[in-house]
């Protein structure tokens, strides 16, 4: 059953067709990769299933229910978490209240009047916060400020900040860019061990390894359309794949 | 000021803002609350030597203090600069002198009119100006406060009584006190009069509490999520936070902040006025968080009282003052200072006022505080070395 139903999104910015006409279905607890080159409209399709923007045409269906027309948080606390492409993390705070909110925001909802308690008095948000954290390896800098840190270990703290949360419906933008191997690597593995949760996944990746190592379906995309979709030994060989890919990456 | 200036002041000290937030036990917080209160209450002492002991001055320092710490909750907490908190000041002091008039010359009725008075006003400005971020929002409050500037001039006189401002009279029913006795009566707190030493006492219980409750409030899940608001609000939508009743709080909580320091300045000196609001005010408050340290709990005061005792001293200072402090030197030169300093003293004072706040911003951008944390790494530093 598709957790995630996308029919006919277009979306133009000025005279550029970004999307044009995406159909895309995405299977509950599968990983769904979305390939193809820059400027293909990848971003821009999790961008309409977010609430950061509004599909000129076409539907966008979560778990029977459509996610056009409302808020970000609202999706949210519907179960869609995202990474974003360029990580969006709270740079002025430390790792561990960096994953703290999340976790706040899925145990009371979008908007609760707390302003009595102390913050590290709620043991299990602190105690679930920290297992995320452990998980995704930051655990030894989590009073470092998240400002401070690498590139890609922004990316694991968002990634964090999501899993904290954890959603039916997971967004990761190119979740490995500015990762080293090892690091990559490690990511690959965790996203592997957090799909035996059975947490779908959407993953727009550029890094081939990481695409055929997770993904149970792929997506290709060019020009704002959907030119190929089905597993991953059909897409590698598909020639209108390796077309729309001349110049770009090697498949 | 840019929006880029706005925004570097914004993040001053973020990085002293982080310690404040999860590191902080609640042992230490307590022990720096008592340590806060304990100074409060002794300022009339510890202060006397530098000549700043009496009440007139250290009610200020409280008040302005309470005005700033609210402010802080809004700017320095959740990163929205409002030039117009002065409208919530005023709104408090003649809902304060609304109550001695009409009710009773207690004090506590008028405090608690003051705070929910400016908590109502605050709602409505907020519920608009929040639509907006950045230099919008600062500019649509301060559009209201002067609006509510001039309205307390014009149309709304007869609740403000417009110039000559709103004041005591003999034949104001004061339906709670019983007969009048001759002459103006004097602000009580339950039978005791509130002018001179008690009055500050009164002003300085209600610093201690509000610095307790913005310290509550800091280290609550409703401070860290005002926090985060302040560091990347889109990541908090998509994180499922609704962030416009998290603002809206912080907007009103420092409202109510606002009009209990407008009513104070009506308990020790029963009269409010519309130059209250003016934006000079509401920009002062500015300066004091930023200059004492913005986010910190402690700063917002620090800055409070530095200004006004500072504008207590520079404005007091005349030409006559001058000359008898640059008396040692030949007569050419006396006059040549005198001269020279004369624009920043006085009437002035704001000159020397500006050059300062320039200086912090350039090279302190955390105000005071970041000053106080640097010298205290420098002497932990130099005392290890030599440890070891
Ligand atoms: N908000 C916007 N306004 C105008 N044009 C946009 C906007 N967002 C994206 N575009 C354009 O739409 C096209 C698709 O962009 P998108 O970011 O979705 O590509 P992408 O497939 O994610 O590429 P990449 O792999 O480089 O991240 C690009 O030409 C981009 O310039
Ligand atoms: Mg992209």
Redesign the pocket.
């Known amino acids: 059953m598709a957790i995630l139903d996308v029919q006919g999104v277009c979306k133009d910015?000025g005279g550029?067709r970004?999307l044009n006409q995406v159909n895309l279905q995405v299977r509950e607890g599968s990983v769904h990769a979305i390939i193809?080159p820059?400027?293909?409209?990848?971003?821009?399709?999790l961008n309409c299933f977010v609430g950061r923007l509004k599909p000129d045409t076409g539907s966008v269906t979560f778990n029977g229910k459509s996610l056009l027309g409302i808020n970000p948080h609202e999706i949210n606390q519907a179960g869609v978490a995202r990474v974003f492409?360029t990580p969006e993390i709270f740079a002025d705070l430390s790792l561990i209240e960096n994953v703290k909110i999340p976790a706040f925001a899925k145990r009371d909802g979008a908007f609760r009047l707390d302003l009595w308690s102390r913050t590290d008095s709620h043991a299990e948000v602190r105690d679930h916060a920290e297992a995320v954290l452990e998980d995704v390896g930051l655990a030894d800098k989590r009073h470092m400020h998240a400002g401070s840190l690498s590139r890609g270990d922004k990316r694991r703290l968002e990634l964090a900040m999501c899993l904290v949360q954890d959603p039916k419906l997971l967004l990761l933008d190119?979740p490995t860019a500015g990762m080293s191997r090892a690091d990559t690597n490690a990511t690959i593995d965790l996203l592997q061990r957090i799909g035996e949760r059975g947490i779908t996944k959407i993953v727009?990746e550029?890094d081939m390894t990481v695409v055929f190592t997770l993904a149970h379906t792929i997506s290709v995309?060019a020009q704002g359309a959907v030119i190929a979709e089905g597993e991953p030994e059909a897409i590698k060989g598909n020639p209108r794949v390796q077309e729309a890919y001349l110049g770009g990456a090697h498949l | 000021m840019s929006a880029a200036t706005v925004d570097t002041l914004r993040r001053g000290n973020a990085a002293a803002s982080v310690p404040a937030g999860d590191t902080a036990s609640s042992r230490s917080d307590h022990i720096k609350f008592a340590v806060f209160a304990i100074a409060v209450l002794t300022m009339p002492v510890w202060l006397s030597p530098i000549g700043a002991g009496y009440p007139d001055l250290v009610q200020k320092f409280a008040i302005f203090g309470i005005f700033a710490i609210g402010f802080n909750i809004l700017f320095g907490l959740t990163g929205y600069l409002s030039f117009g908190h002065a409208a919530f000041l005023g709104v408090g002091s003649y809902a304060a002198v609304w109550s001695f008039k009409l009710l009773t010359m207690n004090v506590v009725p008028a405090m608690i009119f003051g705070v929910l008075a400016s908590g109502v006003f605050a709602l409505l400005i907020g519920y608009v100006s929040l639509r907006r971020t950045g230099i919008y929002f600062s500019i649509l409050t301060l559009a209201f406060a002067q609006m509510s500037y001039n309205l307390a001039y014009s149309v709304l006189t007869p609740i403000t009584n417009g110039e000559t401002g709103l004041q005591l009279a003999l034949h104001d029913p004061r339906v709670l006190d019983g007969p009048a006795e001759a002459g103006l009566p004097t602000t009580t707190l339950f039978g005791m009069e509130t002018i001179g030493y008690p009055g500050f006492y009164v002003c300085a219980v209600m610093l201690i509490v509000a610095y307790y409750v913005a310290m509550r409030i800091t280290r609550s899940p409703f401070g860290m999520t005002l926090r985060a608001i302040k560091s990347n609000q889109n990541r908090m939508n998509y994180t499922g936070f609704n962030t416009r009743p998290y603002t809206l709080a912080a907007f009103v909580i420092s409202g109510m902040y606002a009009g209990l320091a407008g009513s104070l300045m009506a308990v020790v000196d029963p009269l409010a006025g519309a130059e209250r609001m003016q934006w000079t005010a509401s920009g002062e408050v500015v300066l004091m968080t930023i200059l004492g340290g913005t986010g910190t709990l402690l700063g917002p005061v620090l800055g409070a009282g530095i200004i006004k005792y500072f504008e207590n001293i520079f404005s007091a200072f005349n030409d006559q003052v001058l000359g008898r402090i640059f008396d040692f030197l030949p007569e050419v030169l006396q006059n040549l200072m005198v001269t020279l300093v004369h624009p920043f003293v006085g009437e002035g004072w704001h000159l020397t006022l500006g050059v300062v706040f320039m200086l912090i911003v350039i090279f302190l951008p955390g105000g005071v505080m970041e000053g106080i944390g640097r010298i205290s790494a420098r002497i932990s530093r130099s005392r290890s070395n030599r440890s070891s």
């Not at chain 1, 820059?38 to 399709?45: D, E, F, M, P, Y």
């Open positions: 910015f550029l970004a193809g820059n400027g293909a409209g990848k971003s821009t399709l492409q190119e727009i550029h995309m």
